[in-house]
């Protein structure tokens, strides 16, 4: 079954510490439902839920599990609509047994949001 809350594309290590992904954001996706009508916005939580979800499928590639600590400085400046393609622009700085995730959320040019995850390796 297709999961209606996922809206990446694509996520791939462009750099060792540089990772960078698509997405696409459908006009039949959940994430507008109710918000708003007549006038749809992507909700900033889904912006950050794309840039976790990236982070995510990179460390399942290196076979790490990591849970979220905080978010830092997440700024939202313009409107994400449907039909929209994005990209996902992110820098990781390794600081012992928690990275740093600085992100940009990109429409051509134009930065939608940024910010930055903390996260931290779950040890099994």
Same mark, same amino acid.
């Given at each position: 079954m297709e999961d209606q809350w996922q809206l990446l594309t694509d996520v791939k290590? $462009?750099?060792?510490?540089s990772i960078e992904a698509h997405a696409f954001v459908p006009v039949s996706s959940l994430w507008f439902s109710g918000h708003f009508p007549g006038e749809p916005i992507l909700p900033?939580?889904?912006l950050v839920h794309v840039v976790w979800q990236a982070? $995510?499928?990179e460390a399942g590639k290196r076979a790490e599990e990591i849970t979220l600590t905080k978010l830092k400085? $997440?700024?939202?400046?313009?409107?994400?609509?449907?039909?929209d393609h994005i990209a $996902?622009?992110?820098t990781v700085i390794e600081e012992g047994s928690e990275s740093t995730?600085?992100?940009?959320v990109v429409s051509g040019e134009n930065v939608i949001c940024s910010g930055g995850i903390a996260a931290k390796k779950i040890n099994k």
């Open positions: 290590t $462009v750099e060792p510490n900033g939580m889904a982070i $995510v499928r400085r $997440v700024r939202f400046t313009q409107p994400v609509r449907p039909g $996902v622009l992110i995730y600085s992100f940009k």
